[in-house]
């Protein structure tokens, strides 16, 4: 067995004290760190954090020296019992992260949990050295302070907060228990929220007929400030929400649809999982081109429970959805990069804005291509089948059957249902780079749904073909359409827009630029501490659309079998 402490004596430092306690017959061993962490598909460099790096043995102080990065090189000596000590910094507060303050220890143990390289197969034991008061939220098993994993891969899946504030409910479906956990300032409506989790997560349940463990974990960590951060992991999940006085009003659906997509992400990539993560080698990059599955599956399906389960109605559906196609068509990356080849790159950089137009969205493309596919398979199938009967093959068949799933194993499951090649889709518009409209019109149709598309509301947008972010009452250049009038004026991104014609925006932008319609506009611009002017010609055409969806007015009888099987 491998024993880990964890210590946190200076909570305002901010450094968790580690031990790892283990029995060796080899003359050198390898402590290795992990140098990513599931979920987030690239490298995280979390050694960074370590300082103050012993080796033991009998407690004679050993040599080492670091392989690289992230993993340091013990001499035995001959020594049996070995512990490794170091202090890892914990001051990031998102819900893939480990922090530590004067009010909770949370941990997310792949951040900070080395192991021994030969023995990632044997139990660990977690003793956490906290104060009486704290309570512990995790999903694994318990006895007193004293946690316990089968193997390392799941004690690296396994985050906890340690808090004397932690706020706790339950509710069961089936024979589940799903427990919910609140760390942080929020007054919790547990009558509203157990009934809207029972609901969505009955009907994930329903459709996979059982779900992948016995109990299960929502951690929620409700920040001050504005926040949204989910992080899946096969017996819980760890969310991070805000403002704390919103949490039940105006943030409330994002809690729900954050909660529900990373429920679903239990059996689709937690064990539903791409071959090539089969298992997790915590050492380096994982690549694999299913980002469409892992994640653009996982974000339409937990949007679609919300609306199947009742929780979301239609319109609150149609919000997110709308969401999804707005970033879809605002980036203009969609005609030269494809989804597979973005899934590919979330290890450069997946997950900031990058170059302006380079790559999709695993998420966003994802998601739309998930829709696309759902109807795929009713259609050809007649409506018998759909994605969830799909999705439920490749979890029976794979996961309980100890294999990932590969690119052609997807393709395979698609086509055994809907009885058709699926080969066009993928390869004209997950590997290749074929505008999505058409397959949207046409799906959206067959649903009995329209596909809506007006100028911008924003004349920056619309008229001029640039898009903004304030920043207190000036506005900063976030967006620029190809070829629009901003393009030709020379307007760069990241531009601070301070006033129009001479006149102040007064975070009135685009009111300002509307009273100029029939005018040139020139914009004072502060670019990299200089003062600069552009001047844009008098727009004749529209730039940016607003994307939406709505039901047809008086859909046919074909229209409306189909939109009741694809809620149901």
Same mark, same amino acid.
């Not at 009010?103 to 143990?109: G, I, L, R, V, W």
């Given at each position: 067995m491998i024993s880990y402490q964890f210590s946190i004596e200076s909570p305002a430092q901010q450094y968790v004290q580690v031990q790892i306690r283990f029995e060796s017959t080899q003359e050198q061993e390898f402590i290795q760190l992990p140098s990513w962490r599931p979920g987030r598909y690239e490298l995280g460099n979390f050694a960074k954090n370590v300082r103050h790096f012993k080796v033991y043995g009998d407690k004679t102080i050993l040599k080492f020296e670091k392989t690289n990065k992230d993993c340091w090189k013990v001499e035995t000596a001959g020594k049996k019992e070995i512990v490794v000590e170091y202090q890892y910094y914990a001051t990031d507060l998102n819900a893939g992260s480990t922090?530590?303050?004067s009010?909770? *220890?949370? %941990?997310?143990?792949v951040n900070c949990c080395a192991y021994v390289?030969?023995?990632e197969n044997e139990p660990c034991e977690i003793k956490l050295n906290i104060p009486e008061h704290y309570e512990i939220a995790c999903?694994?098993?318990?006895e007193g302070n004293v946690l316990f994993a089968a193997d390392f891969d799941m004690l690296a899946d396994s985050p906890w907060i340690c808090s004397p504030t932690l706020q706790h409910d339950s509710y069961t479906v089936n024979d589940t228990l799903f427990h919910l956990w609140f760390q942080g300032e929020v007054k919790v409506d547990w009558e509203k929220l157990k009934?809207? *989790?029972? %609901?969505?997560t009955a009907k994930q349940i329903e459709k996979f007929s059982e779900f992948p463990v016995k109990e299960y974990h929502f951690l929620f960590q409700v920040v001050p400030f504005k926040a949204y951060h989910g992080v899946e992991h096969l017996t819980s999940t760890v969310i991070l929400l805000g403002p704390s006085f919103d949490i039940f009003d105006s943030v409330y659906p994002d809690l729900l649809g954050v909660s529900s997509h990373e429920l679903y992400h239990s059996w689709n990539v937690k064990s539903i999982r791409p071959v090539e993560m089969y298992p997790y080698n915590f050492t380096q990059e994982n690549y694999s081109r299913l980002g469409y599955l892992c994640e653009g599956v996982t974000t339409y399906m937990g949007d679609l429970f919300l609306l199947k389960s009742g929780v979301f109605s239609l319109q609150e559906y149609f919000t997110e959805l709308n969401g999804q196609l707005q970033k879809h068509f605002d980036n203009f990356a969609r005609f030269s990069y494809s989804v597979a080849d973005s899934s590919w790159d979330t290890w450069l950089d997946g997950y900031v804005p990058g170059a302006p137009n380079r790559k999709v969205s695993i998420y966003t493309e994802g998601c739309l291509l998930a829709l696309v596919t759902?109807?795929?398979?009713?259609?050809?199938?007649?409506?018998?089948y759909n994605l969830d009967d799909v999705m439920k093959r490749l979890y029976f068949d794979f996961y309980l059957h100890g294999k990932g799933v590969s690119e052609a194993d997807y393709r395979a499951t698609v086509e055994q249902l809907a009885g058709q090649s699926f080969g066009e889709i993928l390869e004209n518009y997950c590997y290749g780079t074929k505008p999505f409209e058409s397959i949207l019109v046409e799906s959206f149709e067959y649903l009995g749904l329209e596909l809506i598309h007006t100028p911008s509301k924003k004349y920056s947008a619309g008229k001029l073909g640039f898009k903004t972010i304030s920043h207190g009452p000036n506005f900063v250049v976030k967006a620029i359409y190809p070829g629009g009038p901003a393009e030709m004026g020379k307007l760069m991104l990241d531009d601070e827009i301070i006033a129009v014609?001479?006149?102040?925006?007064?975070?009135?932008?685009?009111?300002w630029l509307e009273h100029f319609d029939d005018d040139l506009k020139t914009l004072s611009i502060m670019r990299r501490g200089k003062l600069v002017e552009v001047t844009f010609p008098i727009?004749?055409?529209?730039?940016?659309l607003d994307y939406s969806v709505k039901k047809t007015e008086n859909p046919n009888h074909s229209q409306k079998r189909a939109f009741e099987r694809w809620v149901k």
């Open positions: 922090y530590l303050d009010e909770q *220890f949370y %941990a997310n143990p390289q030969g023995k999903g694994l098993k318990r009934k809207d *989790f029972t %609901a969505f759902d109807v795929f398979v009713m259609r050809h199938s007649k409506e018998k014609n001479n006149f102040l925006c007064g975070g009135e932008l685009d009111k727009a004749v055409r529209n730039f940016y």
